[in-house]
């Protein structure tokens, strides 16, 4: 090897540590009180991918982040035992804990999906709930409100997957709400990209606000197309609420 070849290889070597400890350094986490139990290393960690301080298909590193949050392995390890179970995390043999990633394909067949079942379920759920259900919805709505006000990113994509799920569980169809659930994991990872587009959640809290009167009003076609005028397209054509 040259002299040249060599100082080449050594700056290549160097771009490639300074990138990854900036990569490092953007996903640091603050340390917790070391009393701080396994829900709250949960509830930490989370948050983190839901915010996007963890990114889809990133490694998380054991050892970098129980130095960072000044905790032991041991509520960690439970944590991510945790978030596997909940689909925000995948552990592959010999490798380690990534944080899961949902296609853009997958997203496009359920909101195809959505829209063909979910003014359905909205139907049901108005038709059975009768007088109770504009202080149903609207509760759901609030939640998305609040958590929009405070610029709370967990629980907003929470509140906003909340609001929808209610339907489904209330529209008297047990295939229906069972058929949400096998969603709803995959909404989350995808939710806790498309909400950091918006500039203002109070936005995604107005359109759903606006969806809800339509539900409340039983202008059904009229939430269908709105519904329709809502979806957003992710990367690669992707659709979504």
């Known amino acids: 090897m040259t002299d040249t070849e060599a100082v080449g290889t050594s700056r290549a ?5 300074q990138s990854r400890d900036q990569s490092r350094e953007q996903s640091r986490l603050g340390p917790l009180d070391q009393r701080t139990t396994p829900d709250g290393v949960h509830r930490v960690l989370r948050e983190a991918i839901l915010n996007g301080t963890f990114a889809p298909g990133s490694q998380l590193r054991e050892a970098h982040i129980a130095a960072d949050l ?3 392995r041991a509520p960690l390890r439970e944590a991510f ?8 995390v995948e552990r592959v043999a010999f490798r380690g804990a990534f944080v899961s990633q949902v296609s853009p394909r997958t997203i496009e067949e359920i909101a195809v999906l959505r829209y063909l079942v979910e003014p359905y379920a909205a139907e049901q759920t108005a038709a059975g709930l009768g007088d109770r259900l504009p202080r149903l919805v ?3 709505v609030q939640a998305l409100r609040k958590a929009a006000n405070r610029g709370d990113m967990a629980a907003s994509i929470d509140a906003h997957l909340a609001f929808h799920r209610f339907f489904y569980e209330h529209s008297g169809n047990a295939l229906l709400a069972e058929q949400w659930q096998g969603w709803e994991t995959r909404l989350r990872l995808f939710l806790s990209v498309d909400h950091r587009s918006y500039d203002d959640l109070e936005e995604l809290a107005a359109a759903h ?4 009167s339509l539900i409340e009003e039983g202008h059904m076609e009229r939430f269908r197309s709105e519904l329709a005028h809502h979806v957003h397209k992710a990367p690669g054509a992707a659709l979504e609420d």
């Open 138 to 140: 609207q509760e759901r």
């Open 81 to 88: 035992s945790r978030l596997e179970e909940e689909g925000l």
């Open 13 to 17: 070597d160097q771009a490639r540590d």
């Open 209 to 212: 606000e606006h969806l809800a």
């Open 70 to 72: 000044g905790i032991s």
